[in-house]
T-cell receptor, first 114, second 113 residues
Framework: GENVEQHPSTLSVQEGDSAVIKCTYS??????FPWYKQELGKRPQLIIDIRSNVGEKKDQRIAVTLNKTAKHFSLHITETQPEDSAVYFC?????????????FGGGTRLMVKP | GAVVSQHPSRVICKSGTSVKIECRSL??????MFWYRQFPKQSLMLMATSNEGSKATYEQGVEKDKFLINHASLTLSTLTVTSAHPEDSSFYIC?????????FGPGTRLLVL
């Protein structure tokens, strides 16, 4: 089955700096890669996603890049703010497989210091 | 759009009792819903895939007789933790699929005394 590795497990940055979180996946058939943000005690919230026919996607301060050949994808947050502090999860899925089941990475705890 | 609710948000129960958790997709129909368990500072662990009108698919190591799942309509799936024990205490989160995207409920914190 699919295996998703996520690094780093914790990341501390100064407010205004950029943060990068990287994930690798094992199944080359995976074609959908969402990123979720989870604040303490809250639900995971979808912040951005990318499909395998696209190499990069951007939404304001957040961008995701995908390298299908290397089977890795990354989340980039620019101009970080204290409210960006949370746990971020990457995930991968195969369209139509097991109801579009997601395989999650282990999570990255991002701390943005004011 | 794509709102998922979950009830109750927290529950405390005595060991040996059963607890039912409801997951609803409020503004869309979801053929497939998922149930996860999350331990503190850990990732989401998939317990089972809930399919409307059919039996749920359980992940390896998850007891189907202990964690009963019913998905009777396109907007409602329920998870019943039967004969709960303290080790079942956890944060349970559901999600509903809309296309290839999963939207999560707010979670249920279960404490078994």
């Amino acid at each position: 089955g699919e295996n998703v590795e996520q690094h780093p497990s914790t990341l501390s940055v100064q407010e205004g700096d950029s943060a990068v979180i990287k994930c690798t996946y094992s199944d080359s058939a995976s074609n959908y890669f969402p990123w979720y943000k989870q604040e303490l005690g809250k639900r995971p919230q979808l912040i951005i996603d990318i499909r395998s026919n696209v190499g990069e996607k951007k939404d304001q301060r957040i961008a995701v890049t995908l390298n299908k050949t290397a089977k890795h994808f990354s989340l980039h947050i620019t101009e970080t703010q204290p409210e960006d502090s949370a746990v971020y999860f990457c995930a991968a899925s195969i369209s139509g497989n097991a109801g579009n089941m997601l395989t999650f990475g282990g999570g990255t705890r991002l701390m943005v210091k004011p | 759009g794509a709102v998922v609710s979950q009830h109750p948000s927290r529950v405390i129960c005595k060991s040996g009792t059963s607890v039912k958790i409801e997951c609803r997709s409020l503004d869309f129909q979801a053929t497939t819903m998922f149930w996860y368990r999350q331990f503190p500072k850990q990732s989401l662990m998939l317990m089972a895939t809930s399919n409307e009108g059919s039996k749920a698919t359980y992940e390896q190591g998850v007891e189907k007789d202990k964690f009963l799942i019913n998905h009777a309509s396109l907007t409602l799936s329920t998870l019943t933790v039967t004969s709960a024990h303290p080790e079942d205490s956890s944060f349970y989160i559901c999600s509903a699929s809309r296309g290839q995207t999963q939207y999560f409920g707010p979670g249920t914190r279960l404490l078994v005394l």
